[in-house]
């Protein structure tokens, strides 16, 4: 799971080399580990004309977690962030101003620095000149992401239905934006809608309290996940088929968590999840879907068992879980249930030989927006995070030539690492993210496939 | 000992009307020891996926999975207690070592205690005590045992030499004492399970029983078959899937044949018996193969399992051991459960009806069926038992209904901590089913003439 490219060209005399060679040198991803400064410098907030006040409001929360604020774009900072505040923006030519101000210090941000936008989305009944510029933020973060470099990321956050910049959530994803646990995430936009959740009392331990399942927490993604949340504050269940018990026991026994032996496909494994939740660690709060399943195969060659075994695992038993869990099926829902679904880039961009793995995981999307409005009336959310090229055991697998390609394929230049969709997850089951519903995540390294 | 009880305690009044005698027989101050879980691995044929595996590492395993199940990482138990029948020297404190290298409290104490084939159940007969006495609130049972990484001796003559030379002060002296060294000496000494004072393996003095008792062939391949099925039936059912953790990729008993026949059973040689008057009819199909594994139970008072959202499966309610007169072939050397099981029921006011599942370790099929069969003989129950007449007869629908040994395999000291677990989790089903209390009888016979007895019921 080594990516040695990454490694070789940081290193030593190869790093050198590949320097002077101009070879693409990815970075080092920065990685979140608890008592690190927040972002590597000092932060910049420009906005439009318009949208001052709520830059100002930012700022002042910046300042409160104990950032170093600028609003000016001075040359002699080594900027750990720059945030970019148009939710008040009316038309495109408002906005050249702030994005200029930008541009002129790109050159001077730090190594795993950040750029965030904040905006809002365009919307029916918009003016066309109001929608423009809210649709145009689209292209432009997409745009820059692309020409950051070093392990610097650009994200931005979409204010939907009158959610205020300094709305609960809206903070709680600025900070993961500009934190070190969104190292993967890149090039993304996430709508961020109005909450009245309470912010953490403590950031690095933001689930504090909460009891969290995890499927398919054996290896790979899951055990990361596990580990996460538990790092988190959250007591974990960690969930695998009984074949896979051998690393269940050793991810429960590292998380302090408990190891439940069950297959996500058995008709009552909803049920029996919210049973060992419940009279074992007392309540329900977050369920993460992590368990799947990979039967690759060209649809000319697909055998029923490759196709169905997939739909059963990564989407059909998804399905089953919710309802028993959101008592659908006329038992007892789990009220603000805060529900992670695992897709997949290949769910959205599609892949070749997955036709079952792309319609399990688009699948996944279409039940994770359709579930969000049913568990958002009890304060629950329902989201999914797509991973890109992430390095595990299962991606190792692949043939040397074609991973070396889909690691470069994004614009971290990299494959991400298990903990990356982890954090991802970790922030969306927060209770802080409330506001964050219905949306799909990707943690692609802003992956040149798909949106 | 903050949780320690005065005696008659309200919650164990009301599901046992029918041991309401035994109950008051019972010595002031005891309080009841419940069966949380239990945890294994896999138990896998000599040689095969456990062949570099140490007792330690398995008995490890079996304890982490454990861990796991019930989210004990941290904790620091009352006591946990197992064995290993086949053990190196090195191990002397193998539970102790297996314990520090668990995921458990290091400030959980530990010993080995060793009994045989009966080692598992008298851990748990041991822990099940100390917590009924208030010593402990909280233990493990359990046990280990590997074939495939059984000790290797050196010959008396080569370990004398040796003790001789260490002990020697010149260097004179020392070769003088390494110089009685002979090329004989050199070979080195397997672990043998022959009883000593016999000189006969288990499965020959078995074949004694055998014939003495007429087991036909056709009565063991029968419940060899039924062993291989039930234990299938278990393994399809998931009955398992909160008993056992997987370990080195193995994920089920690999000595079961859920395909095997009584085709495939008649048609295997006899090993055992073959120099006595009777047909041999002891076979590999219905005698236990060698066997490596490992086996934990968690035992506690009802209010630590309660004060950690733990369930609770069964009550250890009491146990009864023996031993038996093989040496001089009055008795047969697996007898003494036939011996121990009257007492425990007459101790306890139950009868042979009073059990709904019979646990009896299959060292053989013609170990269950000599020991049935002697219940049931009156001539033997008054003359050797003592008793007014035949103890009775055994439904054998109740005997062994998730397979047993034969099936399974039988990892010596690992055999008591699955058949624990396995008789706890069906009191518990049943008595959820039927609303009633139910309960298991657990029978082990071991090597030395020694059997181990108990009772679980349901709580």
């Known amino acids: 799971m080594t990516d040695s490219y990454t490694r070789a060209v940081n290193t030593g005399f190869t790093k050198t080399l590949a320097k002077k060679l101009g070879l693409p040198r990815p970075a080092v991803l920065r990685r979140f580990r608890a008592g690190d400064p927040l972002t590597v410098g000092p932060v910049l907030v420009v906005s439009d004309d318009a949208s001052r006040g709520d830059a100002d409001a930012l700022a002042t929360t910046l300042l409160g977690w104990g950032l170093d604020v600028r609003r000016e774009p001075t040359d002699d900072a080594r900027w750990g962030a720059v945030l970019l505040v148009l939710t008040e923006a009316s038309h495109p030519t408002d906005v050249s101003g702030a994005v200029l101000a930008v541009g002129s210090v790109l050159r001077r941000l730090a190594p795993q620095g950040r750029v965030v936008t904040v905006s809002r989305p365009a919307a029916d009944g918009d003016a066309p000149e109001v929608a423009a510029v809210r649709n145009g933020v689209d292209g432009f973060l997409r745009s820059l992401a692309k020409e950051l470099r070093a392990g610097a990321t650009g994200n931005g956050i979409v204010l939907t239905d009158g959610a205020a910049a300094d709305s609960p959530s809206a903070l709680a994803t600025l900070r993961f934006f500009l934190s070190a646990r969104s190292a993967y995430v890149d090039g993304q936009l996430l709508p961020v809608g109005p909450s009245t959740a309470e912010l953490p009392a403590d950031w690095d331990r933001p689930l504090a309290g909460r009891v969290a399942v995890v499927t398919g927490a054996a290896r790979g993604i899951g055990a990361a996940i596990a580990r996460t949340l538990a790092r988190d504050g959250a007591q974990v269940v960690c969930v695998d088929v009984p074949a896979a018990g051998e690393g269940l026991a050793r991810t429960a026994n590292a998380v302090g968590g408990t190891a439940l032996q069950l297959d996500v496909t058995a008709e009552d494994a909803g049920t029996r999840i919210l049973e060992h939740a419940r009279t074992r660690h007392g309540r329900l709060d977050i369920v993460v879907h992590n368990a799947g399943i990979l039967r690759d195969k060209l649809l000319a060659n697909m055998k029923p068992a490759q196709w169905d075994s997939v739909i059963a695992v990564n989407l059909a038993a998804q399905l089953r879980i919710n309802a028993q869990l959101l008592g659908a099926d006329g038992g007892a829902g789990v009220p603000g249930l805060h529900i992670v679904s695992l897709a997949s880039t290949s769910g959205i961009a599609g892949n070749k030989g997955q036709t079952n793995y792309g319609f399990s995981k688009a699948g996944v999307i279409g039940h994770t927006r359709a579930t969000a409005p049913l568990v958002g009336a009890q304060g629950g959310t329902a989201n999914a995070v797509a991973p890109g090229f992430i390095e595990t055991d299962m991606t190792s697998s692949i043939p040397f030539a074609t991973r070396e390609v889909a690691r470069r394929l994004s614009s971290l230049q990299q494959g991400g690492q298990p903990v990356d969709v982890a954090e991802a997850i970790a922030f969306l089951a927060s209770p802080a993210a409330a506001g964050v519903n219905g949306q799909v995540l990707r943690v692609c390294g802003q992956n040149l496939v798909g949106r | ?459």
């Open chain 2, 1 to 459: 000992m903050a949780t320690r009880k005065p005696s008659g305690s309200a919650s164990r009044t009301t599901s046992r009307a029918a041991t309401s005698a035994a109950s008051e027989a019972r010595p002031s101050g005891v309080r009841d020891a419940v069966i949380v879980g239990g945890n294994r691995i896999p138990f896998s044929r000599a040689g095969k996926k456990y062949s570099d595996a140490s007792n330690q590492e398995m008995f490890t395993a079996a304890l982490e999975g454990l861990v796991a199940r019930f989210g004990l990482q941290g904790e620091r138990l009352g006591e946990v207690v197992g064995g290993a029948v086949l053990k190196h020297s090195r191990d002397f404190n193998l539970v102790r070592e297996s314990v520090l290298g668990s995921s458990l409290s290091s400030q959980t104490p530990a010993f080995d205690l060793q009994q045989a084939c009966a080692t598992g159940l008298e851990a748990a007969i041991n822990v099940s005590n100390k917590i009924r006495l208030g010593q402990i609130d909280s233990g493990v049972a359990g046990g280990t045992d590997t074939v495939s990484d059984a000790p290797i001796a050196v010959s008396e003559g080569l370990r004398r030499v040796l003790l001789e030379a260490s002990h020697a002060k010149t260097v004179q002296a020392r070769l003088k004492a390494l110089a009685k060294l002979r090329p004989s000496d050199l070979k080195p000494l397997s672990p043998g399970t022959d009883e000593p004072r016999t000189g006969l393996s288990m499965g020959e003095h078995q074949a004694i029983t055998t014939a003495r008792w007429g087991i036909t062939r056709e009565a063991q391949d029968e419940l060899a078959l039924a062993s291989h099925q039930h234990l299938a039936a278990a393994w399809e059912s998931g009955f398992f899937d909160d008993l056992v953790t997987p370990f080195r990729g193995l994920t089920r008993d690999d000595n079961l044949r859920p395909d095997t026949s009584l085709e495939k059973l008649a048609s295997l040689k006899p090993v055992f018996g073959k120099n006595l008057d009777e047909p041999a009819s002891m076979t590999a199909g219905n005698s236990t193969p060698l066997t490596d594994g490992a086996s934990a139970v968690l035992l506690a008072t009802a209010e630590w399992a309660a004060a950690r959202d733990l369930p609770v499966l069964a009550r250890f309610v009491d146990a009864e051991t023996a031993g038996v007169d093989f040496v001089h072939g009055h008795e047969g050397l697996l007898m003494a459960p036939a011996h121990a099981v009257p007492r425990l029921l007459a101790r306890n006011g139950l009868t042979l009806d009073d059990i709904d599942f019979f646990e009896i370790h299959e060292a053989f099929a013609s170990t269950v069926l000599t020991t049935l069969a002697a219940w049931e003989d009156a001539d033997y129950c008054t003359g050797e038992l003592g008793l007014p007449g035949a103890l009775g007869s055994v439904d054998r629908s109740k005997v062994n209904v998730n397979g047993s040994s034969l099936a399974a395999g039988h990892p010596f000291a690992a055999t008591g901590g699955r058949i624990v677990a396995t008789a706890a989790k069906l009191v518990a089903a049943k008595a959820a089913e039927t609303g009633k209390p139910a309960r298991a009888l657990i029978s082990i016979c071991a090597a030395g003439g020694l059997g181990a007895t108990a009772i679980v019921e349901s709580v």
